[in-house]
C-alpha cells in the first residue's frame, strides 16, 4: 500500500528538541520531492519545508535556522528535526508527497506541543 | 511570498446546490493552484491540480478553473460528504502558500 506514516510528536518544552519521522511505504521517498506541512490547533495550513529528490532542501523563513529536513534513503524516511522549538511552533505535521508541486499523499500527522 | 485569499471564509449550502469558492493570488501563478478538501481531524486532500485538472478518484462534480490571480473551486451539485473545510495551494514558487480556508457546511 502506498502510504506516509508520521511519528515522534509528543509534548515538549519551549527551548526543547523533537525529531518527526515519516515512514513511507509503497514507493521511493527518495525519487520524489517530499514535504512537511504544519497546521496549528484550529488554524490554516502552512508549508515548512521541502527536500528535494537532490537532497537540497528550502525551508520557511518562520522555522530557518531551528528546523532541518532531512532523509535516510536505505529506511525510505524523511525527517524533521525540530530545535529552539516556541510554543508557535505548536501544531500536527504533515509529511506529503509533492507531485509536481501539489501534495498527491499525505500522511495522518502527528502532534507536537510546545508548553512548560 | 505570494498571498493567497479565500473567499468567503464560510459557506453554508443546501444539498444540491451549486456553491463556488475563490481564491486570489497576490501575483500571477500562471495555473500552478491546487485545491485540498480537509475534513476534521484528517489529513488535506487534493481535488484540483494545475488549476483545472481533475485528480484521480474524485467526483467529477468537483471542478477548478481560473489563470493568473484569480481561480474558483466549483461543486454542481452540493453532497452530504462536501462537509469540509477547503484550501487553495500556490505552488508556482517557494515558499508554497495556502488560502486560509473556507469552512463548507450542509444546511
Known amino acids: 500500500e502506498v502510504q506516509l506514516v508520521e511519528s515522534g510528536g509528543g509534548l515538549v518544552q519551549p527551548g526543547g528538541s523533537l525529531r518527526l519521522s515519516c515512514a513511507a511505504s509503497?514507493?521511493?521517498?527518495?525519487?520524489?520531492?517530499m514535504t512537511w506541512v504544519r497546521q496549528a490547533p484550529g488554524k490554516g495550513l502552512e508549508w515548512v519545508s521541502v527536500?528535494?529528490?537532490?537532497?537540497?532542501?528550502i525551508i520557511a523563513d518562520s522555522v530557518k535556522g531551528r528546523f532541518t529536513i532531512s532523509r535516510d534513503i536505505s529506511k525510505n524516511t524523511l525527517y524533521l528535526q525540530m530545535d529552539s522549538l516556541r510554543v508557535e511552533d505548536t501544531a500536527t505535521y504533515y509529511c506529503?508527497?509533492?507531485?509536481?508541486?501539489?501534495?498527491?499523499?499525505w500522511g495522518q500527522g502527528t502532534l507536537v506541543t510546545v508548553s512548560s | 511570498d505570494i498571498q493567497m485569499t479565500q473567499s468567503p471564509s464560510t459557506l453554508s449550502a443546501s444539498v444540491g446546490d451549486r456553491v463556488t469558492i475563490t481564491c486570489r493570488a497576490s501575483?500571477?501563478?500562471?495555473?500552478?493552484l491546487a485545491w485540498y478538501q480537509q475534513k476534521p481531524g484528517r489529513a488535506p486532500k487534493v481535488l484540483i491540480y494545475k488549476a483545472s485538472s481533475l485528480q484521480t478518484g474524485v467526483p467529477s462534480r468537483f471542478s477548478g478553473s481560473g489563470s493568473e490571480t484569480e481561480f474558483t473551486l466549483t461543486i454542481s451539485s452540493l453532497q452530504p460528504d462536501d462537509s469540509a473545510t477547503y484550501y487553495c495551494?500556490?505552488?508556482?514558487?517557494?515558499?508554497?502558500?495556502f488560502g486560509q480556508g473556507t469552512m463548507l457546511e450542509i444546511k
Open positions: 501575483q500571477s501563478i500562471s495555473r500552478w
Open positions: 509503497g514507493f521511493n521517498a527518495g525519487g520524489n520531492y
Open positions: 495551494q500556490q505552488y508556482h514558487n517557494y515558499p508554497n502558500t
Open positions: 506529503a508527497r509533492s507531485s509536481s508541486g501539489w501534495f498527491d499523499l
Open positions: 527536500l528535494y529528490t537532490t537532497g537540497s532542501a
